[in-house]
Each structure stands twice: as C-alpha cells, then as structure tokens.
C-alpha cells in the first residue's frame, strides 16, 4: 500500500511508487513510476518534475489500484490504457497487442515506400472497398490491424492514401475503431472484420503486416506480461511463420503491379522469409530492413511491373464491415 502521507507531495509519491516497482522487480522502475504518477494527475513526465502540489484523495485511490493491477503483472500500457506509437497516442486494453518500437521500425519504413508511391504517379487501382472520395489515392491494406497503429500512422503521415484494415476480432476491431475516431481518420481508413484476408478484393500499392510470429511451443516461455496480451496475436503457429507464407500467397491476387508487400517478423525467422518471397513469380525482388536496434525484423517484397494470371477469389465470406462513423 501507497502511504497516505507521502501521497501529499508528488516528489514523495513518486519515490514510493518507484520502489516498490524496483522491490518487485521491475527493470525500468523509474520510469515506470513517471508514467503511473504522471498520468493519474494528468500532467505531462516533464511537468512532473515542474508541480509539487497536492493530490486529491480520489488521484490517490486511482494511483494504489493502477499500483496494484501493475505489481500483478498487468502490463504498464494496459494499466495506463494508452500508448505512445511514432508520437501518436493510442488507447489499448488485453483485447489488442501492445505496439512495440520493432513495429514503429515497419511503420517508418512504410511511410517512405507509401511516400514513393504517392509521388510517383503510379496508376491507382481502385480496390472493392467504398473508401474513395473522387480522386484516387494510394491503396493500402493492413492486415491484422490490432490497435490501429499502422494504420493511423501511415494516414497521418501520408494524406494522399485510403487504408483498409482487416482484424478478426470483434473485440480488437472496437479499440481500432476508437482509435480511428480519435484521430479524425475515419473518412480515410476503412475497418473491416475478416478471417486474415478472405473478406477483401481488389489490388493495393502498399500491403502491410505486423502478423503473429511466435512459434507456439515458445509461447509458455514467454515473460508473464506479454502472456497476458491476446493469444491470437502472438501464436505464428509450430515455426512461427505460418502467417507470414499465408501473406505471400494472398498478395499475388491483392497487391498491385510494382506494390510491396512488408511484414515484420522475428530476427530468426528474416531470412528465410526472404529466400521464400525469392522464389515467388510474381516477386520482383526481396529484402530485409533493420528495426530501431539493428536487427533484421522486416521484409519487403516487391511486385513484378506486370499483373501473373491468378485464380479470381470470392470476397463474399467472413465479412464485417465496420467503417468508423462519427456519433456512432
């Protein structure tokens, strides 16, 4: 328990709140304890240091449960219920995976090759989704949107693109839809409940993925927080992969001539994925980027210049259409 007493003055509060994180073990206490005190009084880490003033009796009841729910184990991002993503905040809950740096590394490549596309004049095609408002913009799909933070960061970034992004559960596809909204996006990024990518047709320029990549006999090895994210969201099936090879044949029929295709995936799992994609006919080349540390997490793939005959798939089946709309 939080003492009543130190609960007065922030610099006391915040210095209780740091050890007990550090007594239970948490790595990155100081911090951790910033963030927790900062958000219950609703002011920035910075201000923190700059406000010495009381707190209510209600801020200080917030603090001792969110103090509670983390020295469970709970999830720092879930106790907060938010998250910060390439500068964008983002509400989180269990129902979605936390985004991570290595993500933020897909996002900031993708916005450069969506930046290219969006310059370079290339032909649009235009996608079986009701996102286009006259002109044509860059298509985009995002497959397994979770939070929405691809998403969101490449509208954000990039105002010549129309985003469809496709999630299974209900559940998540609710936080994504929040998200969405309050970020004014909703006239720009189309959300879609859909069995990976059996709910959508047409071509994309830009295909991108944060799939799940966990081989499922390491799942149990896996630190206590992170097993409390959404199963769903980390089983990549016996070597990890198994989603990632479904991406690479779904793109033959969704991306678009010269368009990419980039996933992130685990450092061990990198270049056999891109020896794969190698193999691909209708691949025109494939490589790896590093993420924020240096180490090779995301893999693009190209597209040939021209369209390979492919078999015409139904379009019909597994779909939810949930298009953000404001008041709703």
């Not at 007493?5 to 050890?19: C, S």
Request: aromatic fraction near 4%; glycine fraction near 10%.
């Amino acid at each position: 328990m939080i003492g009543r007493g130190t609960l007065t003055e922030t610099r006391g509060m915040l210095g209780e709140v740091e050890t007990q994180l550090r007594g239970a073990g948490v790595g990155s206490a100081r911090a951790e304890a910033e963030w927790l005190v900062a958000d219950t009084l609703g002011v920035s880490r910075t201000d923190l240091y700059l406000w010495d003033g009381p707190i209510s009796s209600a801020q200080a009841a917030e603090l001792e449960e969110r103090m509670a729910r983390r020295l469970s184990g709970e999830p720092l991002q879930y106790v907060l219920g938010s998250v910060e993503f390439l500068g964008h905040r983002l509400a989180v809950n269990p129902s979605v995976l936390i985004p991570r740096p290595e993500t933020e590394a897909l996002a900031a490549q993708a916005i450069v090759t969506l930046q290219a596309l969006a310059s370079a004049g290339r032909p649009r095609e235009i996608a079986a989704s009701p996102i286009s408002r006259g002109r044509e913009p860059v298509l985009v799909l995002d497959v397994g949107t979770g939070s929405g933070c691809l998403a969101i960061s490449l509208a954000h970034a990039v105002g010549a693109c129309a985003i469809t992004a496709l999630e299974l559960s209900w559940k998540t596809l609710q936080t994504a839809r929040t998200n969405v909204l309050a970020h004014h996006l909703d006239d720009r990024i189309h959300l879609i409940q859909s069995d990976w990518t059996s709910g959508v047709g047409g071509l994309f320029s830009l295909i991108v993925s944060n799939p799940p990549y966990v081989p499922s006999g390491e799942l149990a090895g896996l630190p206590d927080n992170v097993r409390r994210e959404p199963r769903e969201s980390l089983d990549g099936g016996s070597d990890g992969m198994r989603f990632h090879r479904r991406l690479l044949m779904d793109a033959e029929r969704l991306l678009a001539p010269g368009g990419s295709l980039m996933m992130e995936c685990a450092e061990s799992q990198a270049e056999a994925l891109r020896a794969s994609a190698e193999g691909l006919s209708w691949a025109a080349e494939a490589s790896v980027g590093n993420d924020l540390a240096g180490r090779p997490r995301i893999v693009s793939v190209r597209r040939r210049d021209s369209l390979t005959p492919h078999r015409t798939h139904s379009t019909s089946t597994g779909v939810r259409d949930v298009a953000p709309r404001r008041g709703a």
